[in-house]
Nanobody, 123 residues
């Protein structure tokens, strides 16, 4: 079992930045691919970014490519999402997830989920 706890959400003006972090409970964290998803009010949860277990490969949704950066520190069992040039449409609850790396872009590729952290971008 892997427990994930997100932090770093908050309220920011459009054009600003936030850094989300996800702390994992187990040292086997390094065996898992990690992803970030988000769910806006009234919408389905969607893929944002993912990173392979080694950190050597990263994947992004088109909507955040060039603005968001995912990274991981296996020694500290944390994964981060640096979000720059934020837009009001980035407003959502952001979830951290861990999976085996078979499928990066879909929820079905992840077995463990955090509780989420709210990000609100004002215009």
């Amino acid at each position: 079992q892997v427990q994930l706890v997100e932090s770093g959400g908050g309220l920011v003006q459009a054009g600003g930045s936030l850094r989300l972090s996800c702390a994992a409970s187990r040292r086997t964290f390094m065996n898992y691919a990690m992803g970030w998803f988000r769910q806006a009010s009234g919408k389905e949860r969607e893929f944002v970014a993912a990173i392979s277990w080694s950190g050597g490969s990263t994947y992004y949704a088109d909507s955040v490519e060039g603005r968001f950066t995912i990274s991981r520190e296996n020694a500290n069992t944390t994964v981060s999402l640096q979000m720059n040039s934020l837009k009001p449409e980035d407003t959502a609850v952001y979830y951290c997830a861990a999976g085996d790396g078979t499928y990066y872009y879909t929820e079905h590729g992840y077995d463990y989920w955090g509780q989420g952290t709210q990000v609100t971008v004002s215009s």
